[in-house]
């Protein structure tokens, strides 16, 4: 189901393309119904400056750190926070591709916290449905992740899964936003236009004393 982009998502639009290039700042997006903070994507942009749009799109490509199940989940959790609407979402723009790129290349200690964190998610599926989250309807997968997108919930039992979720969010975001989907789709980024002429000095009359 597509919507048309109104108001508020030419808002979204705006302060996103800041994080995307690395302006950073704080952005309210809604995903999954919640109010989201995302502060870190300038962080991302220091440490991948490339961003997304330098991940490869062979048709070949298999991961470097996820397992075929991990990459799976990450696909379904991530398509969700960006889903399809008029523009494509973040399965189209190979989100994926771009965070299991990221966690190659990370310390040990933060590539555990993040398998861990997609175990959190499965083990909760399978908990509460008796399959893997990647099996679930798109309404049980959106039930099983609302709860963990509001960063006010403060149950112990969910407090794992709604750190994940802010950490896959966040990366999410940076990395759909640096896609060439994300930027030339979504946020009709124009950073590669030119001007052929540029005038140099001023043409008012009242400026030429």
């Not at 309210?28 to 502060?39: E, F, M, R, T």
């Not at 993040?114 to 399959?131: M, V, Y």
């Amino acid at each position: 189901m597509t919507r048309s982009k109104g108001p508020q998502d030419e808002g979204r639009r705006g302060a996103l393309k800041k994080i995307a290039l690395g302006a950073g700042g704080i952005v309210s997006l809604p995903i999954l119904g919640q109010s989201a903070a995302s502060p870190s994507g300038a962080r991302a942009a220091h440490q991948h400056p490339g961003g997304h749009a330098a991940t490869s799109a062979d048709a070949n490509w298999k991961p470097l750190f996820f397992d075929d199940h991990q990459n799976e989940t990450v696909i379904a959790v991530t398509d969700l926070i960006i889903p399809q609407t008029d523009t494509p979402g973040a399965k189209a723009a190979q989100v994926n591709r771009y965070i299991d790129l990221v966690l190659s290349e990370e310390e040990p200690a933060k590539q555990k916290r993040f398998i861990e964190g997609l175990a959190w998610i499965e083990a909760r599926s399978r908990k509460l449905h008796g399959k893997p989250f990647v099996r679930l309807t798109p309404e049980e997968q959106t039930a099983l992740l609302v709860p963990l997108a509001d960063p006010g919930n403060k149950d112990p039992e969910d407090r794992p899964g709604v750190e994940f979720f802010q950490e896959i969010k966040d990366m999410t975001i940076f990395a759909y936003y640096t896609s060439e989907i994300g930027m030339n789709q979504e946020l009709e980024y124009c950073g590669d236009d030119y001007h052929a002429d540029y005038p140099g000095a001023c043409t008012h009359p009242e400026h030429q004393s």
